[in-house]
DNA sequence: CGTACACTTGAGTGGCCTCAATACCTGTGG
DNA sequence: CCACAGGTATTGAGGCCACTCAAGTGTACG
């Protein structure tokens, strides 16, 4: 019954990602899945590259992404760039920053994309009317939160070869959990230039780590395709606990009666 | 009537701070007032340097600051430290590291301070009793999660006497939104290690950082008194922008009948 | 078949680190 | 009232990690 890749009406199997997703934090009953469909009806395509949101300009929607990978990202005065995070299917890419009276952060999709705009009223409107989901959404948010805390410990002090290292593991992690990689490999649609600056490390220099954990036999990333060859003992050098990637389900914490509607049908 | 200093029944000032704070994304009824009030009813103080939450114990509330100020940190094998942020009155310090299987952070008191653990199941209440309430919450949340992403910028990209600015402005700003400080100066409980340990410099390099900010004219750090000389100056070599932290009202974006309920009353 | 973009590699440099020693400060007990 | 201890701040010397600048090599695509 989980991750069960099809509903009722089985429109694109994208369209399920975030109901997917949220199935992590406690069963989605039909009645929120046709929720979830109907915040994602209106779709917008998107071409490699193209900008999805400019930092500072005003919006009222979220960006659920359906299909393809988005980057959140922001240009100092000078130019240096920093990627704040990656947005995969099931993700909301506008949050946090577009909640704010000018968008905090610029997006654009690293792939070829499709995502839902969702008005933030209806987003709201779901508190109101669908509290159960609203709080799986709330849960979702907070484990994005966790992903840049963890991102900053990363950064604020691993080294260059541990924070690669932590980088490509937590995406091979997040890729299978919406079932886009395998067990130690998936398609990976960046640039070195992107690693670098998702990680705040020069372009050359990101190049010579991939090298060295290449000779070291524990990663090979070659055209769009990586292959993590000692998921263990990469793990361990980059220190990286899947953890924070993998959220406690939340029925566990409701007043009586929310959680296990569903789960006996299974 | 934003931002009273007081309700009807003006216990300690600190048990408000949660209300002001959400206040800025719209009204807080005297409802939802007592609510919150309710929600902090059991305290616990904790001393200086206490431990409050320890990395990988499993937790069931979140504990909302009431006085004093804590941090959320981690620290790697080989005695590496980061810490991912400081949690200020007003703030549910165990979000999100707290929501996981195992704490993803551990949190010490700064200073003396006083938590209230929230019981996750209370929280959840909200979404079903107090949608509106909850709504604001899960908008507080947000508002976290732009600190943290604003915060990885900062660590990746920029020098360190650009992060030292930035972060003690960052404080500042925070600070003076609970009252906690003027203009341009407020008492800063933290050392020279923790700063270090905040945006990832070591010790000595902070140091000398401040100094040459003293130097230059534009900051004091003396004993546990900040006083920032050149807001302005200050602002423009660490490119800070405070709209990450200052949150849009909600209100205009719920459906029908939402918002303005008290804000004719004013 | 040229233009663009991504990757690769080298040489040289510097920002920030590490290690280590010294000064300071605050509370505490003799 | 002074000695002492523990934490905190300051300062120096030396070194490395990662940067910058720059050239050169694919490789995809119009």
Redo the contacts between chains.
Sequence with gaps: MRQKPHHDAPHRDSETCLARKLTAFGSVSSDEQAILRELSSGVRVVRRRGDIVTEGKKY?TLLLVLEGILM?Y?I??DG???I??LAVPGDFAG???C????A??SIKAVTDAVVAPV???R???T??SQ??L??K???S??????I??????G????SALERVGHFLLELLTRLRAIGLADECSCAIPLSQEMIADA??LSLPYVNRVLRQLDEGGLVTLKGQRLVIKDVEALSALA?FEP??L???P?GE???NG?APVTSAAA
């Excluded at 909640?99 to 000018?102: E, I, K, R």
């Excluded at 840049?148 to 410990?153: C, D, H, R, S």
């Design positions: 009222r959140r922001r100092l005065r240096r760039r920093q704040v995070s949050a946090p920053g909640f704010f009276d000018g905090l952060y008005p933030f009223d987003l709201f409107g508190f109101e509290p159960r609203a709080a959404l709330f849960w948010f907070s484990c994005e939160a966790a840049y805390a963890e991102n900053l410990v950064i604020g002090r691993l990680l705040g220190e953890r924070y993998q959220p406690q939340i914490y409701f007043e929310w």
